[in-house]
């Protein structure tokens, strides 16, 4: 009988085509297990994914609280726990709270229509390289107000950092993302020197703090997790929710009524979602669904498989597109939950708006290809046609 580890490989072609299959029978049989590859416990069950996101006192973020290191590019609200993170995340929030996302949602809408026009006047093109990457980069710098970089070269350097996420199943990634982090500081430090218009940025930037040279650290380190992170997440989510739509062209159809439009797109993460998990260490011996976790141990919450538990979700193989609630993990869930939660949800409903009124139809013009990574599910290339 094969083990978990066996069945659960998220690097396989088989797993990237559609792992839900695997994890739907790995949750029935083994909703916590031991997987060699990553060196932790895996948990697949809504709720137990869910406790290890919102007890941070037990199940740490930060490697330094169980006796490891991370590197000083590295700290940022997202490695931090509270009360550690709590003033840098709270500057953050604040800040994204004042700024006009319904403004920057109806310039993504407008940037959107315009790429459309474009690309229905020529044949088949790549989604991911003609959508989801201008989109992405456009929303993240217009919400932070900076000049958005070129973008295929920053593509280029998302790609690298997004694949160094998989330093444990594949070492070889970890330097090259260590470069591609260094150069995406580079960028912000200039951002930060630069006089910058209205936006995030010159929110916190304002507001900052101070002159104490760690929290400054910490603040320069999460404009660039918040600029990368948000870019790839929502990279990655626009290609998987453009692929579901194009395999469901009735659904963009019902997502013209706007009161489907919200709870549709918050279903389209739930049901293929971007980022497929987050690692926490156990600070100290505790037991989680039935399995004793020792001190030191890793443990991983696979969010791919807690948003198709059928215990949390009525229906969880289908897509739902006025469910409500919604509890996914599509950006995790707690302390660390992503900040840019709006705006991603801003941009795909951007997105779905315009390809919903756009007078051609998008259609399927052959079959997508698979980043090849475990922690965020993304396409490569996704091709398709503007049909009138």
């Given at each position: 009988?094969?083990?978990?580890?066996?069945?659960?490989?998220?690097?396989d072609?088989?797993?990237?085509r559609d792992?839900?299959?695997v994890?739907?029978?790995?949750r029935?049989?083994t909703p916590?297990?031991?997987?060699?590859g990553?060196?932790?416990?895996?948990?697949t069950r809504?709720?137990d994914?869910v406790?290890?996101l919102r007890d941070h006192?037990?199940?740490?973020?930060?490697?330094?609280?169980?006796?490891?290191?991370?590197?000083?590019?590295?700290?940022s609200v997202?490695?931090?726990d509270?009360?550690?993170?709590?003033?840098?995340r709270?500057?953050?929030?604040?800040?994204l709270?004042?700024?006009?996302?319904g403004?920057v949602e109806?310039?993504?809408?407008r940037l959107?229509?315009?790429?459309?026009?474009?690309l229905?006047?020529?044949?088949?093109?790549?989604?991911v390289a003609?959508l989801?990457?201008p989109?992405?980069?456009?929303?993240?710098a217009?919400l932070?107000?900076v000049?958005?970089?070129?973008?295929?070269e920053f593509?280029e350097?998302?790609?690298a950092?997004m694949?160094s996420?998989?330093?444990g199943?594949?070492?070889?990634l970890v330097?090259?993302?260590?470069?591609a982090?260094?150069?995406?500081?580079?960028?912000?430090?200039?951002w930060?020197a630069?006089?910058?218009?209205?936006?995030?940025?010159?929110?916190?930037?304002?507001?900052?703090p101070g002159?104490d040279?760690?929290?400054?650290?910490?603040?320069?380190n999460t404009?660039?997790?918040m600029?990368?992170g948000?870019y790839?997440?929502?990279?990655a989510a626009?290609g998987?929710a453009?692929?579901?739509?194009?395999?469901r062209?009735?659904?963009?159809?019902q997502?013209?009524?706007?009161?489907?439009l919200?709870t549709g797109?918050?279903e389209?993460?739930?049901f293929d979602?971007?980022?497929?998990?987050?690692?926490r260490v156990?600070?100290?011996a505790?037991?989680?669904?039935?399995?004793d976790?020792?001190?030191?141990?890793k443990?991983?919450?696979l969010?791919?498989?807690?948003?198709?538990?059928?215990?949390?979700?009525l229906?969880a193989?289908r897509l739902v597109?006025?469910r409500a609630?919604?509890p996914?993990?599509?950006?995790g869930?707690?302390?660390?939950?992503?900040?840019g939660?709006?705006?991603?949800q801003?941009?795909?409903?951007?997105?779905?708006?315009?390809?919903?009124?756009?007078?051609a139809?998008?259609v399927?013009?052959?079959e997508g290809v698979?980043?090849?990574?475990?922690?965020?599910?993304?396409?490569?290339?996704l091709?398709?046609?503007?049909?009138?």
């Amino acid at each position: 009988m094969p083990s978990a580890t066996d069945l659960y490989d998220p690097l396989d072609a088989r797993v990237l085509r559609d792992p839900y299959p695997v994890l739907a029978e790995l949750r029935r049989t083994t909703p916590v297990f031991w997987h060699e590859g990553m060196g932790s416990w895996a948990l697949t069950r809504h709720a137990d994914c869910v406790r290890v996101l919102r007890d941070h006192a037990l199940f740490a973020r930060d490697p330094r609280r169980t006796g490891g290191t991370v590197p000083e590019p590295s700290l940022s609200v997202q490695t931090l726990d509270p009360p550690q993170q709590s003033r840098v995340r709270s500057l953050f929030m604040t800040a994204l709270r004042a700024q006009d996302l319904g403004a920057v949602e109806e310039r993504a809408r407008r940037l959107v229509t315009g790429r459309l026009d474009v690309l229905a006047a020529g044949g088949q093109f790549d989604v991911v390289a003609e959508l989801a990457v201008p989109l992405s980069v456009a929303v993240v710098a217009d919400l932070l107000g900076v000049e958005p970089p070129p973008y295929a070269e920053f593509a280029e350097v998302s790609d690298a950092i997004m694949r160094s996420m998989d330093g444990g199943l594949d070492p070889s990634l970890v330097e090259p993302g260590r470069i591609a982090r260094q150069r995406l500081s580079e960028l912000v430090d200039g951002w930060f020197a630069a006089s910058s218009r209205p936006g995030l940025l010159d929110h916190v930037r304002r507001a900052g703090p101070g002159a104490d040279p760690r929290a400054r650290l910490y603040v320069k380190n999460t404009a660039r997790v918040m600029f990368q992170g948000g870019y790839s997440t929502m990279a990655a989510a626009v290609g998987n929710a453009v692929a579901v739509l194009l395999d469901r062209p009735e659904a963009l159809e019902q997502m013209r009524d706007a009161a489907l439009l919200a709870t549709g797109v918050d279903e389209l993460v739930r049901f293929d979602g971007p980022v497929q998990g987050t690692t926490r260490v156990a600070v100290r011996a505790c037991r989680i669904g039935g399995v004793d976790v020792a001190a030191g141990q890793k443990v991983v919450a696979l969010f791919a498989a807690a948003n198709r538990d059928p215990d949390a979700f009525l229906g969880a193989d289908r897509l739902v597109l006025d469910r409500a609630p919604n509890p996914h993990l599509g950006y995790g869930w707690g302390p660390h939950s992503c900040i840019g939660t709006t705006v991603a949800q801003a941009g795909l409903r951007a997105l779905v708006a315009a390809l919903a009124s756009y007078p051609a139809q998008l259609v399927a013009a052959g079959e997508g290809v698979r980043r090849r990574t475990a922690t965020m599910r993304a396409y490569q290339t996704l091709p398709a046609r503007l049909h009138r």
